[in-house]
């Protein structure tokens, strides 16, 4: 009994140890973790395009998501310039591990980033749909590819 306190008691120090010298270790660097790149920083910014695209129905009728004022439509090339920065901050050796899949993967993004922008030009609301869905398409196949415990993954 007094033994297993003992060895607990221990285990418990060496897990507080360690978590202190991590989270020292991410203030000194600030390097965030891939979690943090993909969730807030690029579900947030994707969101701004499957946000400002698209129709709701509800009960009191259909709502047009497409922006209809001059700062709904820089929302949107805010959030296309976010999702091109974190691209390249993707491709950092640190999150690719060189691997040229996820690489391609993440250059993907900036092209439906670019489609994005370029519909804001043409406040062309329909392109923007379509912009926002090859977006998806590109997180879907990064994480049926590199995501291995993905809670949406199909069973095999
Ligand atoms: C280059 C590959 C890649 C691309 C592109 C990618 N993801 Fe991810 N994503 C991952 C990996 C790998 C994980 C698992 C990270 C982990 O949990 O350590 C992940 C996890 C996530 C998570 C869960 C984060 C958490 O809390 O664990 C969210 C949310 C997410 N991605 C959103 C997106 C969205 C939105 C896009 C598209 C706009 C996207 N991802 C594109 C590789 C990618």
């Known amino acids: 009994m007094v033994l297993s306190i003992g060895f607990c008691g221990l285990v418990c120090a060496t897990l507080l140890v360690y978590g202190c010298s991590q989270k020292a270790t991410i203030e000194i660097e600030e390097v965030p973790t891939l979690a943090h790149v993909m969730d807030p920083l690029l579900n947030d910014a994707s969101e ?3 946000d400002s695209a698209g129709f709701i129905d509800t009960y009191e009728g259909t709502t047009d998501l497409t ?3 001059e700062e709904g439509w820089q929302k949107v090339i805010d959030a296309a310039d976010e999702i091109t920065r974190l691209s390249a901050v993707l491709q950092e050796e640190r999150y690719s591990l060189n691997r040229p899949a996820w690489n391609e993967l993440s250059k993907s993004l900036v092209a439906a980033a670019d ?6 030009v043409d406040r062309d609301g329909a392109e923007l749909f379509e912009a926002g869905a090859q977006l998806y398409q590109v997180c879907v196949a990064c994480h049926q590819t590199f995501w291995s415990n993905n809670r949406f993954a ?3």
């Open 154 to 156: 199909i069973d095999e």
């Open 48 to 50: 701004v395009f499957w």
């Open 115 to 120: 489609r994005g922008r370029q519909s804001v």
């Open 67 to 69: 922006p209809t004022t």
